[in-house]
């Protein structure tokens, strides 16, 4: 059996538990199947890669069990199973999704064996795939993320964007690490909201942005052309009047044209600024630096947003992208995304492709570029330049 895959199974009927883990272990994948609650948890271990939840028990139902998970932190990722139909199971979903929760999948019950051997195979590529993170969730003090900042104790790893008509590199994207001096590498999700609240966020952007900015000369193509260089701009940062001016200074300094940087500006936080951002935004878009909506779908008001700011890029978030094919509703979600995209002129790139089954699915829908596992993790400079020749190289 595989020692980096065990599946824990509640359901309450008999046939259906022994059917996965028959089918389970003619793949090598440790299976626990239990049929009441008691036995879930004590069997639910860190060891445990995979939950498969029925929704429909007799005792205890799937959602209340969700609701348990939840409030133990679980973070393992769930498969949902049950007869009630699509539509329940997907607000199931989303319900678990609001709870915290990681939802890779769901199973209409009768399933049948391909459909099971499909979803386990996912899941084992996938977990391939995933950089395993060390747990660094210690609460970092005030006094830390002010010395970091003063230290500049932050790095700068890139990301490449491939573009899919041609499979050449055509971007990087910088994403922001800690380096904290005892506890290693910390990624963003553990302190950009503190800097946020600390007034430091702004610091942060010009700090990534300048590294970004000397960086990204390393990366030559084989043509002499450096790809574009994509930064995160913070909302907090682009209600100032002042940073259009300053970033543009800023790239003359470093010698790179404006039409060579995209700034990816998320969607959950821009509606809440809009008024005071658009300002920012159109002149930027005049002087020629191209403006991306990141993490498309996942805010408020998007048509709004997609009518008011003169964005070149609509990036689809990675939630959608990783369960497109087990939701109907973010498959559509996806497809629609590239559509409207394409009718108001804009460029689409897709975010967490993790799979050559999602690459293709993209490539069918008309994406035009894409990001994620599948091509590299983020990478320090040094490695990245030596991909992007791999890479290209390749291409030749």
């Known amino acids: 059996m595989s020692d980096s895959q065990r599946i824990l199974v509640i359901d309450d009927e008999e046939g259906v538990g022994q059917f996965i883990r028959e089918v389970a272990d003619g793949m090598s994948i440790s299976c626990v199947v239990t049929q009441e609650p008691d036995g879930f948890f004590r069997e639910l271990t860190p060891q445990t890669?995979?939950?498969?939840?029925?929704?429909?028990?007799?005792?205890?139902?799937?959602?209340?069990?969700?609701?348990?998970?939840?409030?133990?932190?679980?973070?393992v990722p769930l498969v949902l199973m049950s007869g009630v139909g699509k539509r329940v199971m997907e607000s199931a979903e989303q319900l678990a999704s609001s709870m915290g929760l990681?939802?890779?999948?769901?199973?209409a019950k009768p399933f049948r064996l391909t459909e099971l051997e499909a979803l386990l195979q996912r899941q084992?590529?996938?977990?391939?795939?995933?950089v395993v993170r060390k747990n660094t969730r210690v609460p970092v003090t005030e006094a830390e993320l002010h010395t970091a900042i003063a230290e500049e104790q932050f790095v700068v790893h890139y990301q490449p964007r491939v573009e899919l008509a041609t499979n050449r590199v055509e971007g990087i994207e910088a994403l922001v690490r800690w380096r904290h001096p005892e506890r290693g590498l910390i990624y963003p999700d553990e302190f950009i909201e503190r800097l946020e609240t600390l007034g430091q966020i702004d610091a942060l952007g010009w700090m990534v942005a300048r590294r970004g900015l000397e960086e990204i000369k390393q990366v030559v193509m084989p043509n002499g052309a450096r790809p574009m260089l994509s930064l995160n701009a913070s909302v907090f940062s682009l209600r100032d009047l002042n940073y259009t001016d300053r970033f543009m200074d800023m790239l003359k300094r470093h010698g790179i044209a404006a039409e060579q940087v995209m700034l990816e500006i998320t969607e959950s936080g821009l509606i809440k600024e809009l008024s005071s951002t658009l300002d920012v935004l159109t002149r930027l878009r005049m002087k020629g630096v191209k403006l991306s909506i990141d993490d498309f779908g996942t805010g408020y008001a998007m048509m709004q947003q997609l009518l008011l700011v003169p964005a070149t890029e609509l990036k689809i978030d990675r939630s959608f992208v990783q369960n497109m094919h087990v939701s109907d509703r973010d498959r559509v979600m996806v497809q629609k995304t590239i559509e409207i995209g394409h009718d108001l002129g804009m460029q689409v790139v897709a975010e967490g492709v993790e799979t050559l089954e999602q690459l293709e699915f993209l490539r069918r829908n008309g994406c035009d570029t894409v990001q994620g596992y599948l091509f590299s993790r983020p990478l320090p400079i040094e490695q990245l330049v030596a991909w992007v020749k791999r890479h290209e190289g390749n291409r030749d």
């Open 49 to 75: 890669t995979l939950i498969m939840v029925d929704l429909l028990m007799p005792h205890l139902d799937g959602i209340e069990l969700l609701r348990m998970l939840a409030q133990l932190g679980c973070q």
């Open 102 to 107: 990681t939802v890779v999948g769901h199973l």
């Open 124 to 130: 084992i590529d996938l977990s391939s795939l995933r």
